[in-house]
Each structure stands twice: as structure tokens, then as C-alpha cells.
């Protein structure tokens, strides 16, 4: 159980284009989802939170504009890169938590912007 | 900003060893968990060691937690070549539900 897909795995685009990435709990459903940003040989770095329903919550840094998340049901979240610049390639990775304490993390989406 | 520093950020053994890793991190936690990474894939879930607890294992994993020096270590005892792996600490601050994220530290586990 607890599994998490992330679509596409890998996506490569024009810079100046706009890229979604979904999220989605398979089997459990997920109050809140998170948005992870990975650089190579970096850790990972929370872009922001959402919970079903409602607005998501950016850290600081991350511009709300760019990065457009939307958590629609219990299952799916998704992250729009919007205009993306090769400067937004980059992992990256969401994850779900339902009622427990345990975050489950998606494979990834590798994000190339040409 | 990340509320966690790993050591060593890497990490080469044989087969066999044991491999310890640790973390340690600056605020009050409400607890922390360890996750492993494979070469660009997801994290998969360790261990979650709560404020109240010193130590927990799971299979060939010991984890500890001293909160009076804010710093936990991983063991992975007997490792093996599918142990190679990046190894992530993450602290849910006390208060808070979002997951922060320390260093990691690379693993290499040599047959």
C-alpha cells in the first residue's frame, strides 16, 4: 500500500513553455501533498504544501506565480512550471500524507528545459 | 533553509561492514525520519524515530536520537552492495508538518 506515481517520469521542453506534473495517491488519500525541487548531488528542497481544496502554501523563495499547484481531490495533486527556463531543470519530486505521520514520496519527474 | 547537516556526505565500504551515518539538526523536532535514494529515483521510507524515543530498529537499521545534543545516526549493519544508496535525515519541526531535509550522505557499498 502507500504507493505514490508521479507523471510524466521525464520531460524535456522549449524554454518558455509550460510543463504540468501530476501527482497521485493510488491507494490512500492524501490530505496534504508536498513539492520537492532536487538539484543534482543536493538534497531536496520543499517548494510548497497543499491541501485538498485549498490554496498551497510556498516556501520562501519559491515564486507562486512560476510554480502554479493544484490539489483538486484527495488523489491528485499537480505543478504547473509555467514559461520554464533552463534554469528550472531540475528533480522534481511530490509526496502524500494521509492520515498518518508518514510522508510517501513519487519516483520523480526529471525536468529538462532546452 | 535546511534544518539539517549530514556526516559524512560520503560514505565507502565493503561489503559486510557496517555503515554509520549521522545528522544532526538545530530546532526542537517533533520527530525524525532517515530515507533512502537511489541514483534519480524517489525516496523510499526508512525509519521514523520519534522526540520520546532513543532508538529503534527495523531489520539491519539502528537509529538513534540523543534530542539533548539534536543529532541522530543511522546504522546499517552487515551491509550489502544493494545498500548503495544516498541517505537522507528529514526533521517534522514540533508544531509543524512539512519534512526538512539535512544533507545526505552518498553511500557506496563495494562487493
Known amino acids: 500500500g502507500a504507493v505514490v506515481s508521479q507523471h510524466p517520469s521525464w520531460v524535456i521542453c522549449k524554454s518558455g513553455t509550460s510543463v504540468k506534473i501530476e501527482c497521485r495517491s493510488l491507494d490512500f488519500q492524501a490530505t496534504t501533498m508536498f513539492w520537492y525541487r532536487q538539484f543534482p548531488k543536493q538534497s531536496l528542497m520543499l517548494m510548497a504544501t497543499?491541501?485538498?481544496?485549498?490554496?498551497?502554501?510556498?516556501e520562501q523563495g519559491v515564486e507562486k506565480d512560476k510554480f502554479l499547484i493544484n490539489h483538486a481531490s484527495l488523489t491528485l495533486s499537480t505543478l504547473t512550471v509555467t514559461s520554464a527556463h533552463p534554469e528550472d531543470s531540475s528533480f522534481y519530486i511530490c509526496?502524500?500524507?494521509?492520515?498518518?505521520?508518514?510522508?510517501?514520496f513519487g519516483p520523480g519527474t526529471r525536468l529538462l528545459v532546452l | 533553509s535546511q534544518q539539517g547537516e549530514e556526516d559524512p556526505q560520503a560514505l565507502s565500504i565493503q561489503e559486510g561492514e557496517n555503515a554509520t551515518m549521522n545528522c544532526s539538526y538545530k530546532t526542537s523536532i517533533n520527530n525524525l525520519q532517515w530515507y533512502r535514494q537511489n541514483s534519480g529515483r524517489g525516496l523510499v521510507h526508512l525509519i521514523l524515530?520519534?522526540?520520546?524515543?532513543r532508538e529503534k530498529h527495523s531489520g539491519r537499521l539502528r537509529v538513534t536520537l540523543d534530542t539533548s545534543k539534536k543529532s541522530s545516526s543511522l546504522l546499517i549493519t552487515a551491509s550489502r552492495a544493494a545498500d548503495t544508496a544516498s541517505y537522507f535525515c528529514?526533521?517534522?519541526?514540533?508544531?509543524?508538518?512539512?519534512?526538512?531535509f539535512g544533507q545526505g550522505t552518498e553511500l557506496s557499498v563495494k562487493p
Open positions: 528529514a526533521t517534522v519541526l514540533a508544531g509543524g508538518g512539512k519534512l526538512i
Open positions: 509526496s502524500a500524507r494521509g492520515v498518518g505521520e508518514t510522508q510517501y
Open positions: 524515530i520519534r522526540s520520546n524515543e
Open positions: 497543499s491541501n485538498e481544496g485549498s490554496k498551497a502554501t510556498y
